[in-house]
């Protein structure tokens, strides 16, 4: 006789009176630790030593009840790290997530769906394409403009220079660097966020392939050092593929020409790719959109929704006016997959095989919030920055960029060594600010990257700036 197959593992799969037991009370746990992390220090507290020692502890031979283990995990995160949720974070591009974005993660995690073929998610996958669309028109480019959700920046900026190396030579496919009969080149501002030269590296062009382009003195790319620097390549046998601008440089939040830009990888018969991880969020608003102007010719964009629009990580946006270099770039075939349709299937079009739902994340917080919910949002981000300069100007420190956007560079009055107050005031854990360079100066960078800074946390913010610099 054939005997019953044993039960499911019951700490994997609880039943279903137990799962909604856990995740109510986990609800509460998560809800709580929030509101401390927003009330306390940004700056991670927990004794690192001490947490090595723990987990070398565990070997994992031994089972631990799930509640344990979750009350567990809550407590590193919050003294763990630094606090993203915190609305004293002035960081780096990554907020405290949305509420509709941090919904779609738990309805995606409930689901799993595989987004690799049209035909196992075809709601997912008609979904993205939507969103994808919507975007692409917000931002002005062609009708016929397509793309995918990528894990983020990085990725959606590796995919552009794949796409104009596959443009640029058709043999780039089959034979690599190889086809080319001079060494592929391509040009960026020298304040583009870095990862490119990985990205060089990965596509395996070398990551002497990246020009970096001088500055105009306001940290945007200059046009005519671009024209010299592919005229100059030319002239020495090298092979030009790729033009990248940068809408809302990391450092500095400057927006590089576009339409210079884009008037010259057209004159020279180059791929143009605007690097819009950060900055494309301003589509979102109808008064800051224009400072986009000239993102429309781009053949390629990435904007990053967990930048700016606060969705959870990561969750970016590939858009291309020239969809079918996607499907050349990753074509593949195999008789396994349920769907192979060139256009359609997310794994013939872009560098990953199984994936998430990642779009989910924006569509819910666009759907709730609308585009006027989420203009309002980055809206909020500028004017928090306006304040804190204001403030900062009153007290006699200098402005040195001139971002329209929500990112400030400043320098203190005196001489004080820029990089000693960044560590004092991270360390004080009263705020979270970002030492860099803006056209060779050491300045302090403030980002507006939570959306619930408040009136109190800026004065905080100005507090803690005034008690480090002296
Ligand atoms: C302009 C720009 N491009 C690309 C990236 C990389 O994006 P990600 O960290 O999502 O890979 C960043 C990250 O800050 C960025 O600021």
């Given at each position: 006789?054939?005997?019953?197959?044993?039960?499911?593992v019951p700490?994997?799969?609880p039943?279903?009176?137990?799962?909604g037991r856990v995740e109510a009370?986990?609800?509460?746990?998560?809800?709580?630790?929030?509101?401390r992390?927003?009330a306390?220090p940004?700056?991670?507290?927990?004794?690192?030593?001490?947490?090595?020692?723990e987990l070398e502890a565990m070997?994992?031979?031994?089972p631990?009840p799930?509640?344990?283990?979750l009350?567990?995990?809550?407590?590193?995160l919050?003294?763990g790290?630094?606090?993203?949720?915190?609305?004293?974070?002035?960081?780096l591009?990554n907020p405290?997530a949305?509420?509709?974005a941090?919904?779609?993660?738990?309805?995606?995690?409930?689901f799993?769906?595989q987004?690799?073929?049209?035909?196992?998610?075809?709601?997912p996958v008609a979904?993205e394409?939507h969103l994808?669309?919507?975007?692409?028109r917000?931002?002005?480019?062609?009708a016929?403009a397509t793309g995918?959700?990528?894990?983020?920046?990085?990725?959606a900026?590796?995919?552009s220079?794949?796409c104009?190396l596959?443009?640029?030579?058709?043999a780039?496919?089959?034979e690599?660097?190889r086809?080319?009969?001079?060494?592929?080149?391509f040009?960026?501002?020298?304040?583009c966020?870095?990862?490119?030269?990985?990205?060089?590296?990965?596509?395996g062009?070398g990551r002497?392939?990246?020009?970096?382009i001088?500055?105009?003195?306001?940290?945007?790319?200059d046009?005519?050092?671009?024209?010299?620097?592919?005229?100059?390549?030319?002239?020495?046998?090298?092979v030009?593929?790729?033009?990248v601008a940068?809408?809302?440089?990391?450092?500095?939040g400057m927006?590089?020409?576009?339409?210079?830009?884009?008037?010259?990888a057209s004159?020279?018969?180059?791929?143009?790719?605007?690097?819009?991880?950060?900055?494309?969020?301003a589509l979102a608003?109808d008064?800051?959109?224009?400072?986009?102007s000239?993102?429309?010719?781009a053949?390629?964009?990435?904007?990053?929704?967990?930048?700016?629009l606060?969705t959870?990580?990561?969750?970016a946006?590939?858009?291309t006016a020239?969809?079918?270099l996607?499907?050349?770039?990753?074509?593949?075939?195999?008789s396994?997959?349920?769907?192979?349709v060139?256009?359609?299937?997310?794994?013939l079009?872009s560098v990953?095989?199984?994936?998430?739902f990642?779009?989910?994340?924006?569509?819910?917080?666009?759907a709730?919030?609308?585009?006027s919910?989420?203009g309002?949002?980055?809206?909020?981000?500028?004017?928090?920055?306006a304040?804190?300069?204001?403030?900062?100007?009153?007290?006699?420190?200098?402005?040195a960029n001139?971002?329209e956007l929500?990112v400030?560079?400043?320098?203190?009055?005196?001489?004080?060594?820029?990089?000693?107050?960044?560590r004092?005031v991270?360390s004080?854990?009263?705020?979270?600010v970002a030492p860099t360079?803006?056209?060779g100066r050491?300045?302090?960078?403030?980002?507006?990257?939570n959306?619930e800074?408040?009136?109190?946390?800026?004065?905080e913010?100005i507090?803690?700036?005034?008690?480090?610099?002296?």
């Amino acid at each position: 006789m054939t005997q019953t197959l044993p039960r499911a593992v019951p700490a994997l799969f609880p039943s279903a009176a137990e799962r909604g037991r856990v995740e109510a009370w986990l609800t509460e746990q998560l809800q709580g630790a929030i509101s401390r992390v927003q009330a306390g220090p940004v700056t991670p507290t927990i004794d690192m030593p001490r947490f090595r020692e723990e987990l070398e502890a565990m070997n994992f031979d031994h089972p631990r009840p799930l509640e344990e283990m979750l009350r567990w995990s809550i407590e590193r995160l919050e003294h763990g790290i630094v606090q993203m949720s915190n609305p004293r974070y002035y960081g780096l591009f990554n907020p405290g997530a949305n509420f509709p974005a941090q919904c779609a993660d738990r309805i995606a995690g409930a689901f799993n769906p595989q987004l690799a073929s049209s035909a196992s998610s075809p709601v997912p996958v008609a979904l993205e394409n939507h969103l994808i669309c919507a975007v692409a028109r917000r931002a002005g480019m062609a009708a016929h403009a397509t793309g995918h959700f990528a894990t983020g920046g990085s990725e959606a900026n590796y995919t552009s220079l794949l796409c104009a190396l596959t443009a640029a030579h058709p043999a780039f496919a089959s034979e690599g660097a190889r086809a080319f009969p001079g060494a592929p080149r391509f040009y960026t501002s020298r304040d583009c966020h870095i990862a490119w030269l990985k990205i060089a590296h990965q596509t395996g062009v070398g990551r002497s392939a990246l020009r970096l382009i001088d500055t105009d003195g306001r940290g945007r790319m200059d046009p005519a050092a671009l024209a010299r620097a592919i005229a100059s390549d030319r002239a020495a046998g090298a092979v030009p593929v790729m033009v990248v601008a940068t809408a809302g440089t990391t450092g500095g939040g400057m927006i590089d020409p576009l339409h210079a830009c884009a008037d010259i990888a057209s004159q020279e018969k180059l791929w143009y790719h605007v690097d819009a991880a950060w900055g494309g969020s301003a589509l979102a608003s109808d008064r800051l959109r224009g400072l986009l102007s000239g993102i429309e010719r781009a053949d390629s964009v990435t904007i990053d929704a967990h930048k700016w629009l606060a969705t959870t990580m990561g969750c970016a946006l590939f858009i291309t006016a020239r969809g079918a270099l996607l499907s050349e770039a990753f074509h593949a075939s195999t008789s396994f997959m349920p769907s192979s349709v060139a256009s359609v299937d997310p794994y013939l079009n872009s560098v990953q095989w199984s994936r998430r739902f990642m779009g989910l994340r924006l569509f819910l917080a666009l759907a709730s919030a609308g585009w006027s919910g989420l203009g309002a949002h980055v809206e909020r981000a500028v004017a928090v920055i306006a304040r804190v300069r204001e403030k900062l100007e009153a007290l006699g420190w200098t402005v040195a960029n001139s971002s329209e956007l929500a990112v400030l560079d400043v320098v203190p009055p005196g001489s004080t060594d820029v990089r000693a107050l960044v560590r004092r005031v991270v360390s004080s854990g009263r705020a979270w600010v970002a030492p860099t360079i803006f056209e060779g100066r050491d300045v302090v960078r403030i980002c507006a990257t939570n959306g619930e800074t408040s009136d109190s946390d800026v004065e905080e913010l100005i507090a803690a700036l005034r008690g480090a610099a002296c």
